[in-house]
């Protein structure tokens, strides 16, 4: 009895998309494309937030020491910093080498080099930290020690870079939950009036329906399919088109950001559960904001 009863409300509600095909696909491309939207600003803020987690990986903290420190307590101090947790690799860098390092760097215009009558670069540390410390953001924290120590002269780890990533990450965070709320709200507004219309031109039918011992259940369950089968369907488009855009679009990007998804490959399976979740619940949520004044009559 309950399978031939949802077969009914399967029958309803197909019908009611087939006979407004014009609001129906009006219905389907406004959730997709809010979805598809959404989506996007999902995969930028994780590859962003990936690569900022990853940082730590690459970054360098090089600590200059004071001009004329001896090599022997260079050595002393370059063991005890190579002691703390943190540290993967430290490498003392000479003067000499310093500035041999720099010719290298320069390459065709090291000859600029060759007027100095003294070395002005400084002896320095190459700090590498382990990859779980610089993924939990102690850069500042190591930095600031490292400054503490006797003979460090300076720090450096481009702070105000780094400072200016994590609030671009923010900006694309709020950005994107800015973003995605009015996008669900007029998606959830689109979805709401167009079962509100098929209500309208079904409403002497419902209200015999009523009239004659109907439970408002039995009333509203198509609709309700109807709005999940719009969530569903707007969700696998959303969920198509931007699978159609990491493997077409994004492959011919260079981006050399670390990323979270690559080029290339489809989203991950955790997006496209949520976008089937989401689409899911804005058609319910769409249909149930329309029946609520119906049903109060």
């Given at each position: ?17 087939w ?35 990853h ?31 943190e ?9 000499e080498e ?26 320095s ?34 702070k ?9 990450v ?10 995605g ?8 507004f ?8 098929t ?11 009523r ?49 979270a998804?690559?080029p290339g ?6 997006l ?26």
């Amino acid at each position: 009895m309950r399978v031939g009863l949802l077969g009914y409300f399967l029958r309803k509600a197909l019908g009611n998309i087939w006979t407004n095909p014009f609001l129906s696909l009006v219905t389907l491309s406004t959730i997709a494309i809010s979805m598809l939207i959404l989506g996007l600003f999902v995969l930028i803020y994780m590859n962003v937030q990936e690569f900022v987690n990853h940082l730590g990986d690459d970054l360098q903290i090089t600590a200059y020491l004071n001009e004329n420190y001896p090599p022997e307590k260079a050595e002393v101090l370059r063991s005890k910093i190579a002691d703390w947790t943190e540290i993967e690799e430290i490498t003392y860098l000479s003067k000499e080498e310093a500035l041999a390092h720099f010719r290298t760097q320069l390459k065709e215009y090291a000859g600029i080099l060759e007027g100095l009558k003294e070395n002005p670069l400084p002896a320095s540390f190459e700090v590498k930290l382990k990859p779980q410390f610089g993924r939990s953001g102690k850069i500042e924290e190591l930095s600031a020690r490292l400054e503490r120590l006797p003979g460090v002269a300076e720090v450096q780890y481009g702070k105000k870079w780094v400072a200016k990533l994590r609030v671009f990450v923010d900006v694309i965070k709020l950005v994107g939950i800015t973003v995605g709320g009015l996008l669900l709200f007029a998606t959830t507004f689109v979805v709401s009036n167009t079962i509100k219309l098929t209500v309208y031109s079904r409403q002497e039918e419902l209200e015999i329906m009523r009239l004659v011992g109907a439970t408002d259940f039995f009333v509203k369950a198509p609709f309700l399919i109807e709005g999940l089968l719009h969530g569903l369907g707007g969700a696998i488009l959303a969920a198509g088109g931007l699978s159609l855009l990491m493997l077409f679009l994004l492959s011919n990007l260079d981006l050399p950001l670390r990323l979270a998804v690559l080029p290339g490959s489809l989203p991950p399976v955790q997006l496209i559960g949520g976008f089937l979740g989401l689409g899911l619940a804005l058609g319910v949520l769409g249909s149930t904001v329309s029946l609520r004044r119906f049903l109060r009559q």
